[in-house]
């Protein structure tokens, strides 16, 4: 049986190592799993191409939107988000779902994070929407901070099928994001290192979605004033626990595939 993860560029995922740790612990022999370059317009194509030894696949950027129209049936949930980073083979074709979501919850889990009246989002791209879904299953109300003011424009949909309360700030005030209970950055690799002279007296649980370089700026000072800390690692863990299952059927490893990660 194969699995792989696809998405452009791709070389640098760390997917393989976990979800093969993860075979080789629950002794699932003849279990492969690769990394496929492939970008949006190549997606109907090679999803077309595989054959029945194929279960499953995990999808990068850019590729989350536009999987949701190679499938032949979306999960609900994924189609609220507008997203699925996961296809699995199924009798009637292709089923979309999105782990992301789930995944963010598990990881804030972990941190201690319960439920929470407030989120602050930083950010309003395809991990943003993620971020929504999460806040709905920890009945929290969010504050997204962009740096395009139609950005939040377009996040509303998701939080309205989702009956998430949002809020839109200027990127100016992103500084403000620290007084919440939760702070989810969802923005790329230098956009928020100016936060890192913000206010964290409040010891908020921040969650930086990027996990390479780590620890960012905006961790780092996060965690010198004593805030619990989530990194991308930890959603890329549990996101990938939750395909593991459904692409095998089986209980993941957590711990086995825990240490191929770190």
Known sequence: MRAAVLGSPVSHSRSPAIHNAGYAAASLAGWE???IECDEAGLP????SLGPEW????????LKEVALAVAGLVDPFAAAIGAANTLVRRPYGWHAY???APGMVRALLEAGVARTPRLALLGAGGTARAAIAAAASLAADVTVYTRRPAAADEL???AEALDVELTAAPWSAAAEATTAPVVI????KGAADHLATADFSGRPVVFDA???PWPTPLAAAAQAAGCPIVS???LLLWQAVDQFELFTSAKAPVAAMRAALR
């Open 232 to 234: 991308g690692l930890d």
């Open 45 to 48: 194509g090679l999803v077309e």
């Open 55 to 62: 279960a499953g696949l995990s999808l990068t950027m850019p």
């Open 33 to 35: 799993y690769t990394a």
């Open 185 to 188: 950055s969802t923005v790329p």
């Open 156 to 158: 509303r949909p998701v």
């Open 98 to 100: 999105n782990t992301d």
């Open 210 to 212: 990027i996990y390479d």
